[in-house]
């Protein structure tokens, strides 16, 4: 189920303090975070996130497409390794 419209999207507090932090300074070097549920705001565009997927962090380049979705999202937990082959 989706959040409410009238409580508008749900992005961390000391996520927003450490993306502007990063634009006044210019830096380049990825914001690692825990938070996989705060949703991709238009300001977080062009910059590198560490995502972490429960064992290590994912870098992930933030662009314009992924406006609007989690940042769970880019960062898979699980790996398939493809379907057993007995034969």
Do not use: C, Q
Not at 40 to 62: N, Q, S, Y
């Amino acid at each position: 189920m989706s959040r409410s419209i009238k409580k508008g999207p749900y992005v961390s507090p000391k996520l927003l303090k450490k993306i502007s932090a990063a634009r006044n300074t210019g830096s380049n070097k990825p914001i690692k975070t825990w938070e996989r549920g705060s949703m991709v705001m238009p300001e977080m565009v062009g910059i590198t996130f560490a995502i972490h997927d429960g064992r290590k962090f994912l870098p992930v380049l933030i662009t314009e497409n992924m406006v609007g979705h989690r940042l769970g999202e880019f960062a898979p937990t699980r790996n398939f390794r493809g379907h057993s082959r007995n034969i």
